[in-house]
């Protein structure tokens, strides 16, 4: 059976496990009259069964398809012929790729060698004998425990308490995943970004000014010296969002205040969900927008001023980014102004402040904390920003404060990096992991630092 | 001192003084005033303007220039032997036929070079068009019938005005001779636009006449469906842990600055994680749904978990409280009295943060689900690409053809969008209760 098949089986036998764990139960206890006597309700029983059945042959399944596929391999690996198997790793990897494509069906046999086919045919074989293997196993033993539950279940177990153990342990494994996530960002990313530092110094990669990370295939190709200083790429990247900050943080709060002090609330309560679908446009859109009208158009009114404008500028990347920021912006400050006492505000009346020196003055101050920390967000939400600068934003590593010129940024090198066929161990690939790790450790800075300045500035008025 | 030098002002003096500061405050108010709206007004300009370039670019991609020609099943060409086998028919130079039907309607062309330009009015996929018929219905040969095929990009953009006939013949798609043709089949009623299927049942193809977006909408629809069976269980359970059963210690601080954080974590960071986890480390297929939902699932369980807690919080402690006091297990407390309070709330946040999902480019690039695929995906480990991607990967495209079809797809995929939040905010608007 196919895994998806079994899983449908296991999931038909627990709901056979329910309802034989329910009916076992009343009938222990005499019929529907008897329930008093049970310790626990039927369901209960019959999810405790249920639960008997399913769980044991989940943690089966899952552990053999993680460990099936390397073992296989290895056998595999094991039949080739001697001339095969003294192949570097790499190499080896590629022809165990042949074999898995070929079983696949992805490529016809022909394009391969015979001992490639003959492995293959091996491969699929042992698969054969491993799927077997493993619905033998999963079901008996689903079977298995719904029998032994089944004898086991008498009026004094206390079914409830160990159905409801195992979902409160169920609940604790689901929130811990967003820890593992965490976790597991850290040692993939930081695992490729270390094996990219044990072949070029961090000093380099950190401090270096020139960023080309074609590698030599040839000893005399020009352009190609894989030097991996990425100072260009952290320049672009904040040049990119200081001009986007430029356009949403003005933009963004003047709304707000708009929106939260001035507004008609009639007004307000259609055009703040109208702002806020700038923020649930895909930002591929924004990517394709800045290709197709900003860029040109910029390029458009540069030459008919006599500036030279590349198509491809950190402007017109920047300035879209902006727009994109612009409800971000708005909403936590929004939420910032919001939440000023109106008793500050009524105090600056009283003393004959006009409306706008009340904001100015008391409120906006009042609310600074919050606001710099959404902006710290925003930020971070530049810094990471990807498909509008792959789109708008040029692959060219200059070293320029011109928001004319083209610039690359972390992220546009990142995608360009591992897009398209690529070795995993070569440095051009683990720079895209090292850069990842730097752009994570900075958001994540920025993020802890917005944090917590927005939560100590909520504290301060609740 | 030298204040005390100056002569008192008198009652009307300081009114004026008074009034002139006035005049210059209210105006400085009036000012901000009309800052903030222009701000506002600013930032709904960038977002009608931004669709208008969309769907004015966009609106094309569901028309499509077809041409009425009178096509000959010639026998001769179709099947020469006569054997009427259908890996004959597939075989055969339907081209040819195509050919044959074009130099029906322009007898007058003679010499090489002219007919060839003459075919190129005409796409490459009319001939396979032609194919899936003569194979689906072998009787068709011999016959002859009047049928609409689809025209090139180069006249389809030509129709839609994207051409313009005053360039120099060299610098348009076009030649003068071409051109004439399509005048000629305009003016008898034999070029017409009509509604692009296309575009809607077709996968991606080179040829923009011949691209559709089925493809990248199955992929998208396996890959959000999986999300969703995996975040929604798991983004609630966690919720429900964190919010009714979890003591305030370390370990849930822990969780809970986590959650934040990967809430604001760059979506392209777990592209990387998927690539280096699930594609390095497990070996699963590259460019498969199953991947890009793990990442997807990964990447919008902080927003469900936050939403659901947040309907969690909105339930009154009292509801509780009267089910414990009956004697209610706090299980059964939850999944009989705080859940299906909660659920709605919940619900939106899941559609919300799906939505965010079928908008996500970055992370999918990563794990390879950008490679060019001509074929409907058919499960959850077939190659596939998903909409955003597919947006992407025609943005890059050099025929001028495919901007029409990127804004098209755009607008498809703002649609499934506008579906989805409207959705949201009516199940908020129809289920919300204030207690």
């Known amino acids: 059976m196919t895994p998806a098949a079994l899983l449908l089986a296991l999931a038909l036998l627990s709901v056979g496990a329910f309802w034989i764990g329910k009916t076992r139960s009343l009938a222990i206890v005499g019929g529907s009259r008897g329930v008093r006597n049970l310790h626990s309700l039927p369901t209960h029983y019959g999810f405790m069964t ?9 943690a089966v399944i899952g552990v053999w398809l993680v460990f099936q596929d390397a ?97 409160e342990w169920l609940l604790i494994a689901c929130s811990t995943i967003a820890v593992f996530t965490t976790i597991g960002i850290v040692a993939s990313v930081a695992f490729e970004a270390f094996r990219f530092f044990s072949m070029i110094s961090p000093l380099d990669f950190l401090f270096g000014t020139s960023w080309s990370p074609q590698m030599a295939i040839r000893a005399d190709q020009v352009g190609s010296s894989g ?12 040049l990119i969002s200081f001009i986007a900050m430029l356009i949403a943080v003005p933009i963004g709060l ?16 259609w055009a703040k969900p109208l702002l806020e679908v700038l923020a649930g446009v895909p930002t591929v859109v924004y990517g394709f927008f800045a290709a197709l009208t900003i860029g040109p158009a910029l390029r458009g009114w540069g030459e008919s001023i006599g500036l030279n404008v590349a198509s491809e500028s950190a402007l017109a990347a920047g300035l879209v980014m902006g727009i994109m920021i612009i409800p971000f912006v708005s909403s936590l400050a929004d939420d910032m102004i919001s939440a000023v006492p109106q008793a500050l505000r009524d105090g600056a009346y009283a003393l004959g402040a006009t409306r706008s020196e009340t904001i100015k003055q008391v409120v906006l101050r009042a609310a600074l904390p919050g606001i710099v920390g959404g902006v710290l967000l925003a930020v971070s939400r530049a810094i990471g920003e990807t498909m509008i600068v792959v789109m708008a934003a040029g692959l060219a590593a200059n070293l320029t404060a011109n928001p004319l010129e083209a610039v690359t940024t972390v992220t546009v090198q990142i995608v360009t990096l591992l897009v398209g066929d690529q070795e995993f161990d070569s440095p051009k690939t683990l720079a895209a992991f090292a850069l990842g790790l730097v752009l994570f450790l900075v958001t994540l800075a920025l993020n802890v630092l917005a944090l917590h300045i927005v939560r100590k500035y909520r504290e301060q008025y609740e | 001192m030298n204040s005390t030098n100056k002569p008192r002002k008198t009652p009307q003096e300081s009114q004026a003084i008074v009034e002139r500061s006035l005049r210059r405050r209210y105006w400085a108010e009036r000012r901000f005033r009309a800052y903030g709206l222009a701000a506002v007004v600013a930032g709904m300009a960038f977002l009608v303007y931004l669709f208008f370039v969309i ?30 086998k259908p890996d004959d028919l597939v075989a055969a130079d339907y081209a040819a036929v195509v050919r044959a039907a074009l130099k029906a309607r322009f007898p007058d062309v003679e010499g090489r070079a002219a007919t060839r330009e003459l075919t190129k009015l005409v796409s490459g996929s009319a001939a396979f068009d032609l194919q899936k018929s003569v194979v689906a219905d072998p009787t068709l040969i011999g016959k002859s ?35 004439g043709w399509v005048d000629k089949l305009k003016a008898d009623g034999a070029l017409a636009l009509k509604f692009n299927t296309v575009f809607l049942t077709h996968g991606d193809s080179r040829d923009p006449e011949k691209a559709g977006i089925w493809g990248a909408v199955v992929g998208s629809f396996f890959t959000l469906v999986l999300t969703l069976l995996l ?38 960071v777990f592209g990387l994680l998927g690539l280096a986890v699930f594609i390095g480390f497990f070996g699963m297929p590259r460019s498969a749904p199953l991947v890009g939902a ?137 289920f919300e209760r204030r207690w």
């Open chain 1, 71 to 167: 073992i296989i391999l290895r056998l595999v690996t094991d039949h080739l012929p001697a001339g095969v198997k003294v192949l570097p790793a790499n190499e080896l990897s590629l022809v165990l790729n042949d074999v898995r494509n070929l079983v696949a069906g992805n490529i016809p046999a022909a394009s391969v060698s015979e001992p490639v086919q003959a492995a293959a045919a091996e491969y699929a074989r042992l698969r054969g004998i491993s799927r077997m293997a493993l619905t033998v196993l999963v079901l008996v033993m689903a079977v298995a425990t719904i029998l032994v539950v089944r004898s086991r279940i008498k009026p004094e177990v206390r079914a409830r308490n160990r159905v409801e153990q195992v979902v």
């Open chain 1, 254 to 269: 003047y709304s707000a205040i708009y929106l939260a002090e001035y507004a008609h609330p009639r007004f307000r309560t």
């Open chain 2, 294 to 430: 793990l990442v997807l699932t990964l990447l919008t369980l902080p927003t469900i978990i936050i939403a659901s807690r947040a309907a969690l919080k909105a339930v009154p402690p009292s509801i509780r409280e009267a089910a414990l006091g009956m004697g209610a297990s706090k299980i059964q407390t939850v999944t009989h009295h705080v859940l299906p309070l909660a659920m709605p709330g919940m619900l939106t946040g899941t559609i919300i943060g799906m939505a965010r999902a079928l908008g996500e480019t970055a992370p999918l690039l990563m794990i390879g689900m950008v490679a060019f695929i001509v074929d409907i995906p058919a499960g959850l480990t077939d190659p596939a690409t998903a909409l955003p991607v597919q947006v992407f990967l025609w943005s890059d495209s050099p025929e001028r053809g495919f901007v029409e079809k990127t804004s098209g797809a755009i607008i498809v995929l703002l649609a499934f969008l506008v579906v989805m939040n409207t959705t949201a905010v009516i199940l908020r608007k129809r």
């Open chain 1, 227 to 238: 030097t991996f200083g990425a100072v260009p790429l952290f320049t672009g990247t904040l």
């Open chain 2, 231 to 268: 975040s929604f269980p798991i983004g609630v359970a966690a919720a429900i842990y964190l919010e009714e059963f979890a003591r305030r210690n370390r370990w849930t601080d822990l969780i809970e600055v986590n959650i934040n954080n990967l809430a604001a974590v760059p979506s392209i």
């Open chain 1, 50 to 58: 249920a639960l008997w059945c399913a769980l044991p042959a989940l």
């Open chain 2, 55 to 84: 769907f004015s670019n966009g609106a094309g991609a569901f028309r499509q220039s077809q041409i009425k020609l009178n096509v000959f099943y010639d026998p001769a060409i179709i099947d020469p032997a006569g054997t009427r």
């Open chain 2, 145 to 179: 019938e009047e049928r609409w095929l689809l025209a090139s990009d180069p006249v389809d953009l030509l129709v839609k005005g994207r051409v313009d006939r005053a360039l120099a013949e060299g610098e348009r798609p076009l030649s003068d001779q071409q051109l």
